[in-house]
């Protein structure tokens, strides 16, 4: 989460890369009530910088939930695992999406799909109706 100024020109660039796609989630912004806030990777209290190859798009709930983290307990082995980082990782390579649970397939898929709580009944239930209406994969 960030409360710091992102330049207009950098927050479209992010917006347009991620095709206003949450990229933890996938949750578009246009099926939001709010524009998707600006993720820093790697929060600037870690040292992480503003430049697009430290930004993500993310849905309100992911960036709450993410805060200024970077790692988490993977829940199937207990080791403290980094989080999925979008710029240097792939959705696909780390995640995967059965109907419209998303599953991590790897130690940083599974500590993200934990620590920003991607799969709560309330998630699982809009994502649904999204899908059932062209809106959303799976
Ligand atoms: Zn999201």
């Given at each position: 989460m960030s409360r710091i100024h992102i330049p207009e020109s950098l927050r479209r660039l992010v917006t347009e890369r991620a095709n206003g796609?949450?990229?933890?989630?996938?949750?578009?912004?246009?099926?939001?009530?709010f524009t998707h806030p600006i993720d820093h990777v790697v929060a600037l209290k870690h040292?992480?910088?503003?430049i697009a190859e430290n930004l993500a798009l993310a849905c309100l709930e992911c960036n709450l939930n993410k805060g200024t983290d970077l790692a988490t307990f993977d829940?199937?082995?207990?080791e403290l695992d980094r989080l999925y980082h979008p710029r240097q990782q792939s959705w696909e390579e780390h995640f995967a999406l059965e109907g419209v649970r998303i599953v991590g397939l790897t130690m940083y898929g599974r500590a993200t799909v934990r620590l920003l709580q991607f799969n709560t009944p309330a998630r699982l239930a809009e994502r649904e109706l999204l899908r059932d209406n062209s809106r959303y994969p799976g």
């Amino acid at each position: 989460m960030s409360r710091i100024h992102i330049p207009e020109s950098l927050r479209r660039l992010v917006t347009e890369r991620a095709n206003g796609r949450c990229e933890y989630c996938l949750l578009h912004q246009d099926d939001t009530p709010f524009t998707h806030p600006i993720d820093h990777v790697v929060a600037l209290k870690h040292g992480g910088l503003t430049i697009a190859e430290n930004l993500a798009l993310a849905c309100l709930e992911c960036n709450l939930n993410k805060g200024t983290d970077l790692a988490t307990f993977d829940p199937l082995t207990g080791e403290l695992d980094r989080l999925y980082h979008p710029r240097q990782q792939s959705w696909e390579e780390h995640f995967a999406l059965e109907g419209v649970r998303i599953v991590g397939l790897t130690m940083y898929g599974r500590a993200t799909v934990r620590l920003l709580q991607f799969n709560t009944p309330a998630r699982l239930a809009e994502r649904e109706l999204l899908r059932d209406n062209s809106r959303y994969p799976g």
